[in-house]
């Protein structure tokens, strides 16, 4: 009997694949020397949305997690989300709950702030991780992001700590807000999705699917994932975005656990991607890359499609209708014309 341990492999396994890695070796060496820099520094980490940025942060989180010494608590990384319509004041309660602060969403400002620098001191902190950065960018004030990025800059300065943030391209507007805060940045580090056309990253993706399914099939018997031909129809399903990918086959085996399946088949992967993917209305014929009958041969449509997985269709124009009182006045207009 398949139990939820075995449904929950996906969610155990990190795949350090070149660019998670080079992100990783990248924070670590910002990490291992934040003590004892002169000034506090930045690391950007950016890419589309399920190229793995949360992932490479918080693995590398769980390997230095909060103790409790002699004098109190230590907690070497403050790691926090932005929230949605976000302020620097929201922001600063979120950091003071990871840090476990009560009331961490009492005070002012100036308060929170002030007492997050104490806090920070107090517990050693030497790693800022910021998450969905973009959120700064997304409210659309240029103040807002001015605001922000000052406060940053004050506070790696005044707690020499390392500031690592993370989310969509547009989180390098925020960040040039402050010229003395980009300037504390390093060069930023890119988390593609991967390309079919590249040879070296198509042979990652289907590395990657020869780990999972090497994992899988201690629980399960599946077809060879990694093969070529079902390799490119995971790619043709996910985007070669590994957040799709680690989704589709989560819900695979979550499937064949309820349903007490001791094997998986290409239909099992099927009903799991009609299942687990957003699908975008707007958007006609989606790929079904495990469907019967689907033929999977590299064509510049079937890439193009693929590739604009993950991707936010822009909303059609709504037709603009003329005040009613415009319109009054247009016939009125009409009248005295015609007399």
């Known amino acids: 009997m398949k139990t939820n341990n075995s449904a929950s492999i996906v969610e ?21 020397f934040s003590a004892a820099k002169a000034e506090g520094e930045g690391l950007l980490i950016v890419g589309e949305s399920g ?10 989180q769980l390997n230095h997690m909060p103790t409790r010494g002699c004098d109190g608590m230590e907690i070497p990384i403050l790691y926090a989300s932005v929230p949605p319509m976000p302020t620097v004041k929201s922001l600063a309660g979120v950091m003071l709950a990871a840090l476990n602060a009560p009331d961490s969403e009492r005070g002012t400002e100036n308060e929170k702030s002030r007492r ?11 790693m800022v991780m910021i998450d969905e950065f973009q959120h700064f960018y997304d409210r659309g004030k240029r103040q807002i992001m001015l605001h922000v990025a000052d406060w940053l800059k004050v506070l790696i300065d005044e707690t020499r700590s390392t500031l690592v943030v993370a989310g969509l391209p547009s989180c390098r507007v925020v ?7 980009a300037r504390r940045f390093m060069a930023s580090i890119q988390l593609p999705r991967f390309s079919w056309t590249d040879s070296r990253q198509r042979g990652e993706f289907i590395s990657i699917l020869e780990e999972y399914h090497n994992q899988i099939a201690k629980d399960f018997s ?36 309820d349903r007490k399946r001791a094997s998986i088949t290409l239909e099992d992967l099927n009903i799991a991607h009609a299942r687990a993917m957003w699908f975008d209305a707007t958007v006609q014929e989606q790929l079904r890359p495990f ?5 999977p041969e590299v064509t510049v449509d079937a890439l193009n499609r693929a ?23 247009e016939s ?4 005295l014309v015609a007399a």
Do not use: W
Not at 16 to 31: D, K, L, N, S, V
Not at 51 to 60: A, D, R
Not at 332 to 335: E, L, P
């Open 307 to 329: 590739t604009r997985i993950g991707t936010v269709a822009d909303l059609p124009e709504k037709p603009t209708r003329p005040r009613s009182g415009m319109r009054k006045a």
């Open 332 to 335: 009125i207009n009409a009248a």
């Open 51 to 60: 190229t793995g940025k949360t992932s490479v942060l918080k693995s590398f």
């Open 175 to 181: 960040i040039n807000e402050n010229e003395q805060l």
């Open 222 to 257: 599946l077809p060879k994932l990694y093969s070529e031909e079902l390799a490119f129809r995971f790619f043709l399903a996910t985007g070669g975005l590994m957040g799709y990918l680690s989704k589709l086959l989560r819900t695979t085996l979550r499937d064949a656990a």
């Open 291 to 295: 469907e019967k009958g689907f033929r």
């Open 12 to 32: 155990r396994m990190v795949i350090p694949h070149t660019a998670f890695a080079e992100a990783r070796q990248r924070i670590e060496q910002c990490f291992a």
């Open 116 to 126: 997050l620098r104490i806090l920070m001191k107090e517990t050693g902190t030497r």
